[in-house]
């Protein structure tokens, strides 16, 4: 290889991908905001492209298979599907931004990852046909509709509710002589009696960083008041200065050492600690309500033997004990699409009530937002319990790394790997957390 | 065995790459100048296209803050430069690429090189055929795959390495590879010597074999012994791949991101970050692009420089036979 040629092949063309990644992002300024006509004509022609978050295998049927069912309705629709999975849709979705790619129709949490899109008028404002009012949003749960409120419109189709649960194994509990535990000290307790049995209590894997978040966001929601996290959560107001923060991580840090593999939890991932509560190897896993259903599936752990409580609140907490982390997850028009009451018209059809009942079972065991879309005889009845401590909730915390923007989302994710892995204590986080909100300001 | 400047224009009319020349002048015309350049024109316009235009504006945006999501931008001229040098992380990535460059070029240039020597040393073709392919088996399996693989090789407890190490009475040493701070990227840099390996031994086996068997047979005549022969003959007639190897190990080890997005994604706390990914997080998680720009940058400054290093040593050290 001659040298001259090497110099331009590695050297300049290595540095290319960068310079391209880094160069799409001259992204045109957004115009103004787009509001969704409920009068407008529907057109049954053309590509509808969709972004979701059922890339994984079990999930994503439910968009190919509706997919099918709208073009068979519609034979001159052509629906395109870009399914990503809960951790590359993150990426994915910044992209498409960046190079002005979205499809028209593409997923959202809500809280500030939602934000960016209406911020940006990317986000087609749906309040005149989704509204509470309106046809379609009565057969929306109204909680779910408004998580996607923004400056007092709504911009978000919700398709399921979430929240985080701790399942167990009730064989793994009555074989240790334990029961649901009550309150935090109760949980600790089991752990003890649970490894003394010869199983790990908790399996956690948090390779990815966010499982850690969503138990301090749920022990925070206990600790600190809703109106100080709210304000916090606000970049303008932000200063995380609660003493119920540095509490809440301790909280954490003892339930990480005494219940889970400790500092080695940092290299095993989220699904490697499902497959091992699954699999019957350990005793419980915190997961969201979307997982009973995996939890379930094909592992040792019948779904008979599965049981579920919300993370036990610590005594004399100061915020707020009856809420439960989560939100409702969904989907948002792009305001650039060419086919707006086409994108709308098919959302109508994937959140109506046969669409949900299938949504709502097995194998997908994804708790419809639409009301009357679920049916207990079809669903697992984990899934319905856990529907019933939701609605019974007071305050759905939202997920700390959607809630907050992404440089005080990043500096908790590495905080909190640090604390799992002992080079941090919770002060030395809270200062991280606080440095990263200053300067999101 | 001479050491010569290169005659590059002798190379050029040995390939048939040489202009048209009028006859008895010694001059190109100008005509001709411009007819030999529309043979390079579409080349010369992708390569502007895709890799300068590119380059230049990598700069232009790492000069901004921008919002992905409502486009506004802001000119910081070169703020997010000084922002580089307060980023504790990247001094964290930048001693992390130097490790794996310096790891690297232990294992996949000098070892590599001493087993090529050692393979290429055996009398029985089948087996050096046999030892080739085993070595370069790794090199065909996707990196992707490969970081997989041992993520779950590291499982703590459960992976083979743990169960290894207890098996053979060593269960104190087992550990969480790639979950603590100060093995992290130990560990996934081991992984890329496994990879990587037998694809630089295949590259020096082929160097090896380009050596006239007759110096080596001379040198026997003469006395000399393996040691003696691998030191005069087999590194100074491989010393230009040597030389190709040690920069194309070091741009690699800057440019490295799929083996560490897999494993750790940079954690755990950024002890596994390195420059690649660290601009990925600026970019595609904190939304910074500017400051993702400013990274790039860095990278592209140090493969340059690596690049004009081995552009250098190869002109100087070139041996010809």
């Known amino acids: ?441 | 065995m001479t050491v010569v400047k290169h005659d590059y224009k002798g190379e050029a009319a040995a390939i048939g790459f040489t202009l048209q020349r009028k006859a008895g002048n010694d001059q190109t015309s100008p005509l001709s100048g411009l007819l030999s350049f529309r043979w390079v024109l579409v080349a010369f316009v992708l390569i502007l296209w895709f890799v300068y235009y590119p380059i230049i504006d990598n700069f232009i945006v790492s000069t901004k803050n921008q919002d992905i999501f409502t486009g506004e931008t802001a000119f910081v001229g070169l703020d997010n430069y000084r922002r580089l040098q307060s980023d504790p992380i990247v001094w964290t990535a930048i001693l992390n690429n130097t490790l794996y460059a310096v790891i690297s070029i232990v294992f996949q240039v000098f070892g590599a090189f001493v087993l090529a020597a050692l393979i290429e040393g055996l009398d029985n073709e089948r087996w050096r055929r046999f030892w080739r392919a085993v070595y370069f088996i790794p090199s065909a399996i996707s990196i992707t795959v490969t970081g997989l693989l041992f993520y779950f090789i590291y499982q703590p407890d459960i992976g083979l390495l743990d169960s290894f190490l207890t098996q053979i009475g060593l269960g104190n040493w087992s550990r969480a590879w790639l979950g603590e701070e100060h093995t992290a990227i130990y560990a996934i840099i081991a992984m890329s010597q496994w990879q990587g390996f037998g694809y630089s031994t295949l590259l020096f086996g082929i160097a090896i074999q380009k050596i006239p068997r007759e110096l080596y047979d001379a040198a026997i005549m003469d006395g000399a012994g393996t040691w003696r022969r691998l030191w005069n003959i087999t590194m100074p007639l491989t010393r230009e791949m040597t030389g190709l190897m040690v920069i194309v190990t070091i741009t690699g080890a800057f440019q490295v991101f799929n083996e560490v997005m897999v494993m750790t994604a940079g954690g755990p706390n950024n002890s596994s970050q390195v420059l690649g990914t660290w601009l990925y997080q600026q970019g595609f998680i904190e939304n910074d692009f500017g400051y993702g720009a400013a990274v790039a940058t860095v990278i592209f400054v140090i493969t340059l420089l690596t690049g004009f290093a081995q552009l250098w040593y190869t002109r100087k050290r070139r041996v010809h036979l």
């Open chain 1, 1 to 441: 290889m001659k040298s001259t040629t090497f110099l331009s092949t590695t050297s300049l063309a290595s540095f290319m991908a960068a310079g391209l990644i880094a160069g799409s992002a001259n992204v045109a300024l957004a115009k103004d905001p787009v509001v969704a006509d409920p009068d407008a004509k529907v057109e049954y022609s053309g590509t509808l492209s969709i972004l979701t978050k059922f890339g994984l295998q079990q999930l994503s049927p439910f968009f190919v298979d509706a997919a099918k069912e709208y073009e068979k309705l519609h034979p001159g629709v052509k629906v395109e599907l870009i399914q990503e999975s809960d951790d590359s849709v993150k990426g994915k979705t910044k992209a498409l931004v960046a190079s002005n790619s979205l499809p028209d129709i593409y997923f959202s949490w809500t809280g500030s990852w939602g934000e960016n899109f209406v911020r940006g008028n990317r986000a087609v404002d749906l309040s005149k046909v989704i509204g509470p009012d309106t046809a379609w949003g009565k057969q929306l749960a109204g909680a779910a509709v408004s998580a996607f409120q923004y400056n007092g419109k709504l911009y978000g189709i919700p398709l399921y509710l979430d929240a985080k649960f701790m399942g167990y194994s009730k064989p793994l509990f009555e074989k240790a002589g334990v029961s649901e535990p009550k309150t935090f000290d109760e949980l600790l307790t089991a752990c003890a009696a649970l490894r003394k049995s010869g199983v790990t209590p908790i399996s956690f894997g948090n390779k990815e960083g966010w499982p850690a978040v969503h138990y301090a966001g749920q022990l925070l929601s206990y600790n600190v008041p809703q109106a100080t996290l709210e304000k916090d959560f606000t970049p303008a107001t932000a200063d995380y200065s609660d003493p119920g923060y540095v509490l809440s991580l301790t909280q954490f840090k003892q339930l990480i050492d005494e219940c889970s593999d400790g500092s080695g939890t940092n290299g095993s991932s989220y699904a490697s600690a499902l497959q091992q509560f699954s699999n019957a190897k350990s005793a419980m896993y915190y997961q969201e309500i979307i997982e009973f259903d995996q939890s379930t599936a094909d592992g040792a752990l019948k779904r008979d033997d599965f049981g579920y409580f919300k993370l036990p609140a610590p005594k004399d907490a100061k915020g707020d004990v009856k809420s439960i982390e989560g939100a409702p997850e969904g989907y948002m028009i792009n305001a650039a699409s060419k086919n707006i009451p086409l994108a709308i018209d098919f959302m109508k059809f994937v959140t109506s009530a046969d669409n949900g009942k299938v949504l709502s079972a097995p194998p997908y065991g994804q708790p419809s937002a639409t009301v009357g879309g679920y049916s207990a005889d079809t669903m697992n009845p984990a899934v319905v319990g856990g529907l019933k401590v939701i609605a019974d909730s007071s305050y759905l915390m939202p997920w700390l790394d959607t809630a907050n923007p992404p440089r005080v989302a990043a500096a908790w994710l590495s905080g909190l790997q640090a604390l799992i892995g002992g080079s941090q204590t919770p002060e030395q986080v809270m200062e991280q957390v606080k440095k990263a909100a200053a300067s999101s300001k």
